[in-house]
Nanobody, 126 residues
Framework: QVQLVESGGGSVQAGGSLRLSCTIFGYTHSSYCMGWFRQVPGKERAEVATLLSNGGTRYADSVKGRFTISKDNAKNTLYLQMNSLKPEDTAMYYC????????????????????WGQGTQVTVSS
């Protein structure tokens, strides 16, 4: 049973930094797509950053140069380092993961997503 448990988030002033963590339980080494999404009320959940099992990363244009996705394999934990935060980054953030047979060529998107974290709120004040 795969479970994604998030931590981090909170409130910060514009220009500040936060780090989100997502520990993945029940995960066996395989090909994967892991990522972070965010959602504001009334809008669809949007993909923010993606990490593939081949090491490839992808970022939404709005966060390029400010956010960094990474993974600690020893801890089975996915991170999102968010720097130079802006009020428009305010949202509920969700980690996501899909797993595939080893050796699968994985597309650079976690959509559609099989596994979600519970979400953590990030609020950036001006």
């Amino acid at each position: 049973q795969v479970q994604l448990v998030e931590s981090g988030g909170g409130s910060v002033q514009a220009g500040g930094s936060l780090r989100l963590s997502c520990t993945i339980f029940g995960y066996t080494h395989s090909s994967y797509c892991m990522g972070w999404f965010r959602q504001v009320p009334g809008k669809e959940r949007a993909e923010v950053a993606t990490l593939l099992s081949n090491g490839g990363t992808r970022y939404a244009d709005s966060v390029k140069g400010r956010f960094t996705i990474s993974k600690d394999n020893a801890k089975n934990t996915l991170y999102l380092q968010m720097n130079s935060l802006k009020p428009e980054d305010t949202a509920m953030y969700y980690c996501a993961a899909n797993f595939y047979p080893r050796g699968t060529t994985v597309l650079p998107t976690c959509l559609p997503t099989n596994y979600w974290g519970q979400g953590t709120q990030v609020t950036v004040s001006s």
